[in-house]
């Protein structure tokens, strides 16, 4: 016996004329039995299917927010009519407190607000203090700095590259991602003692030197990088669920993302080559050869990319630093900032009162201010510092390129559906700490 | 068979290994065995601690291997909030909602410095601690605390959990409600008045502010 | 498709940035805006430094947004990017406390900083550049927040890092202690009485049209604080 099938379309409304002569659409409902029927409406009534909006509250604590940002969503079914980020739930006076701490004390907060790029953080801040203090750091030490900041940015990406792809639903990235990150963690480890919080700079140098070993083991991960990059890029690069989910959303044209004062990957994708590195170059970056990847359409899928292509091209810059990595002292030799060597502060009694005097009141800066910008992995983070002589400063202020680039999120959401949301939100790439400080 | 209700046991002479049985003590143990290999966590990260927190469930330290790999992001099917990250006064409110939403039994670690104690956070925005807020079983030190020290104390809450009574009608969650009649309360004020000199007045006077 | 690149309103010949090195605290090369901005804009330019290689200008606050506005706008300047709005409150109590402004212009590689001088005793009040620079939004929001600066012509300024019904102060403000003003535990109780419930906004509950239906301590308070802002 031959089966035949038959399309059946079951339609949610039934179509009438109605009395002004036009096609309307009669709401159906259902019976206690479950039997489809027209819904009865007073005469003149219009039905209201689909205008009723409702609002939504997405966080503070949720999964796929990235840290404690709520959302507000106006929803007019599944598509965002409006949103509004709610944020400082993860304020901590950073800024205040900074007022009341030394130069140097300061540095281990700079960890704590953005603590996936920590070491960029405290390269950023010493450059900054360095500049208000009117010291010039060592070749060896400018050196360090890129390649600390450098790694800083890809294991920064790895957080974001696993954490998105878990949003969207792809789980395995993440456990890559993480295993990538602990060899770093592991370098990390060995050369400040410390896993993520790294507190690594000084003024005027680092906290300590490379330990014996520490190189090769940082080209064994220039080794493994590429391959799990390579692997996440074949899983998810052409990936016909995550090219559907990212292609087209949350666009950013590039007047809009200048003007809404994006910066980093965000901006690069919008198609806007700017790039704090190559723009206002800092420890050097202009005798490093190397590219920026700018995107044409400024959606999800091409701050993806972006972001992918920086960790390459990160990796480009390491080796080219290890190449011309000098020997010499880490350490400026400025008595005014540095420490004298332990050995002799606790044998001088000059060296002891200098060190005594150095920890107690802290290195002074003349009068002044200044603003160093660096390209951190979230956009142009800078530090603004304001001395009045004293050993702490009279203002700390932090340009938080996340801060800024949430700002748009109520733009790039509105009109798209309330999946999208997640996925825009997790190509801002977002971190609360510095957002919030 | 020695199996005797708990209504005629007398609260002072209470000793449960002559009063209970053997199947009793047996099911006890069963079902707290069940709880502590199987705990799952609701993580309410906020900071670098969540970082450390999610290097702990990724596959080098892998959280799976103590049946903790289930993130339970909904509070109503969790059974431990692990606070990792700095808890600041706007965000106090929504803790504290969220610990009353997870059902019995629950317990709370305290993972990092910051939840703990304030951390390195001592201003105007930061709570110090959170246990003035939900009660804590297990505080986990460090800034952040390694991947093995939040499983050190992940492996102290199941102990904790495999010695409870989980069967008698004792339970050990009931929080108190404060009675302002009693003779043992204590005014705010005044609590802040005699802990002025140890730390948490707005009034201590510190060399370095 | 076309790439927008910095620099490009320089002259082809002009040598790539270098990372700079040996800059003075004070004196240097003056950013040439200072001199098209005194040409445009005379007495409102008060006076400029250069310091550790920045250019920092005062201007008149009463006029900060045609500035601001035309510092963007003018062929010749292109300050097409915001990069951070901030306050600086010194701890002389005789020193003015300063709005700064940070400006880059991407065409041109230029940075500049646009400060002015507001009085701590008087009410401090100054012009809003949201409708120059997007971004001015949060930033000067996070101002407000911080310091109680009210930015006149601003579309929603309301607190945005504390809650909105935070009652202590503003925090960044030299007279206000580290610690805040009340004792931890009034902190606490306040914070905790903050219901999150309640936390929407004017703009967002009246979307919902569900204002009528609040409670009526809930409306009162969301009516008082809009006052607080």
Known sequence: MAT??????????????????????????????????????????????????????????????????????????????????????????????????????????????????????????????????????????????????????????????????????????????????????????????????????????????????????????????????????????????????????????????????????????????????????????????????????????????????????????????????????????????????????????????????????????????????????????GYYLVSDGTSKPVRWRIRPPAFVNLSAISKMAEGHLLSDVIAINASIDIVMGEIDR | MGLTPASSVSRVAYDPPAQEGWVTTRLEFLVNWGRANSLWPMPFGTACCAIEFMATAASRFDLARFGMERMSFSPRQADVLICAGRVPFKLAPVIRRIYEQMPQPKWVISMGACASSGGMFDNYAVVQGIDTIIPVDVYVPGCPPRPEALIYGIMMLQDKVRQQRSLSNDTQYDELTIDPTSHLYIPASRIDELSEPFGNSVHQTRSAP | MTVVLPGAALPSSTPDPVTPRGLPNRGGEVNPSVEALRAQFGAAVKRHEVTWGETGVWVDPTRIREIVLWLRDEPTQQYDYLVDITAVEHRDAEAPLEMVWHLRSLPYRRFLRIKSALDPAATLEVASIEPVYKSANWLEREVFDMFGITFTGHSDLRRILMWEGYAEGFPLRKDFPLRGRFSRSEQLSQALSANPDARYSMEELSVADAFHELPADMRERLLREQGHG
């Open chain 1, 4 to 381: 035949t099938t038959r399309t059946v379309e079951v339609e949610l409304a039934t179509q009438t004329i109605g009395a002004d002569g036009a096609l309307r659409r009669m709401p159906l409902t259902a019976d206690q039995h479950g039997v489809v029927m027209p819904m009865d409406l007073a005469p003149g009534t219009e039905p209201d299917m689909g205008s009723e909006r409702m609002l939504i509250n997405i966080g503070p604590q949720h999964p796929a927010t990235h840290g404690v940002l709520r959302l507000v969503l106006e929803l007019d079914g599944e598509t965002v009519i409006r949103c509004v980020p709610h944020i400082g739930y993860l304020h901590c006076g950073f800024e205040k407190i900074g007022e009341y701490r030394q130069y140097n004390q300061i540095i281990p907060w700079t960890d704590r607000e953005d603590y996936l790029n920590s070491m960029g953080n405290n390269v950023a801040y010493a450059l900054g203090a360095e500049r208000l203090f009117g010291i010039e750091i060592t070749p060896r030490c400018t050196v360090l700095r890129v390649i600390a900041m450098e790694l800083s940015r890809i294991i920064s990406h790895l957080v974001w590259l696993g954490t998105t792809a878990i949003d969207m639903g792809a789980f395995t990235p993440f456990l890559w991602t993480f295993q990538e990150r602990e060899t770093v963690y592991n370098l990390w480890e060995s050369w400040v003692g410390a896993r993520l919080t790294t507190s690594a700079t000084r003024i005027g140098g680092m906290a300590a030197d490379l330990p014996a070993g520490w190189i090769d083991g940082l080209k064994g991960f220039l080794r493994s990088l590429p391959k799990t990059l390579d692997e996440t890029d074949r899983m998810l690069t052409k990936n016909g669920i995550w090219v559907g989910r990212t292609i087209g959303l949350g666009v950013m044209t590039a007047s809009e993302a200048i003007n809404y004062g994006l910066s980093g990957p965000m901006l690069r994708a919008s198609g806007v080559a700017y790039d704090v590195r190559k723009d206002f170059p800092y420890l050097d970056y202009d005798t490093y050869d190397f590219d920026i990847a700018v995107g044409t359409k400024g959606d999800v899928y091409d701050r993806y990319l972006v972001r992918m292509e920086e960790m390459r091209q990160s990796v480009r810059i390491i080796e080219q630093a290890l190449e011309r990595l000098p020997d010499g002292p880490i350490n400026v030799d400025d008595p005014r900032v540095i420490l004298p060597p332990k050995i002799k502060a606790t044998s001088e009694m000059e060296s002891m009162i200098h060190h005594f005097k150095l920890v107690m009141e802290g290195p002074r800066p003349p009068v002044g201010e200044c603003y160093v910008a660096t390209e951190s992995p979230k956009g142009e983070k």
